[in-house]
């Protein structure tokens, strides 16, 4: 039996853009999922691209989330781009925790656990430091590149910032305003200069839990809907009560 490993949805974008031209490839350098990225959810995986606002996401630190606002967009990236601040960044599978390969928009903010990097992380003033997924091109096979000359992202908004959860493990950031944001009291976005020292230490320390969870990869739903007792018949025996008669004569 044949299984579909990876989707990648593409855009119906407008035949009169033209791909080569400059200011197109100012439209890749953002954030926000490639669509047939899935996320944790509530209900199990589910692909970013059917998630809506009302559904429950699950967070870094606070529960299951419910999604105020989502956003979609077409993305281009002309086909002679070589800049890697333009260019998606794709893990191989089993880089991480991904059984097949993930792709992240180049702005994308990704979370490291940042006590693992340091010596003396009781110092530290926040749990997680947020660096674009950019920053993270070179390490651990991660290489910049492009799923496509166009393809879909779609961006999940919340009421505060938060860090959800990715296939892979990864902990993807998602800031409460379109246009970024200064980042909660538990997550530090890291400037150009900081990021890129993050990556230095993730390449010297050269270890994969930094960017990604092993727990962050199995996520366990949680029901909806209440579960009644069902009380067993007079006289028959419940099970894990042995001895119990059958019947009462």
Request: glycine share 10%; aromatic share 6%; proline share 8%.
């Amino acid at each position: 039996m044949q299984k579909v490993m990876s989707v990648m949805g593409i855009a119906n974008c407008p035949e009169s853009l033209d791909q080569n031209e400059p200011r197109l490839s100012l439209n890749a350098r953002r954030g926000g999922l490639v669509h047939g990225t899935k996320v944790a959810t509530s209900r199990g995986w589910k692909p970013v691209e059917l998630i809506r606002a009302g559904d429950h996401v699950r967070t870094l630190e606070n529960g299951f989330k419910t999604v105020s606002r989502v956003s979609s967009d077409c993305i281009s990236v002309p086909t002679d781009e070589a800049n890697i601040e333009n260019l998606p960044v794709r893990l191989p599978s089993n880089v991480a925790y991904n059984g097949r390969p993930v792709w992240l928009m180049p702005e994308q903010g990704v979370a490291l656990g940042s006590t693992r990097l340091e010596s003396d992380p009781i110092t530290l003033p926040v749990s997680f430091h947020v660096v674009p997924a950019r920053v993270l091109s070179g390490l651990f096979r991660i290489k910049s590149d492009t799923p496509a000359s166009y393809f879909d992202v779609t961006t999940l908004f919340f009421g505060d910032d938060e860090v959800i959860y990715i296939e892979g493990g990864l902990r993807a950031f998602c800031p409460s305003g379109r246009f970024g944001s200064s980042g909660g009291a538990s997550y530090n976005v890291a400037d150009s200069d900081a990021a890129a020292n993050w990556a230095r230490r993730i390449g010297d320390r050269g270890d994969i839990s930094v960017i990604a969870s092993s727990l962050g990869a199995l996520p366990a739903p949680i029901l909806q809907d209440s579960i009644m007792p069902i009380r067993p018949v007079l006289g028959a025996r419940r099970p894990g009560r042995p001895g119990r008669p059958a019947s009462m004569v």
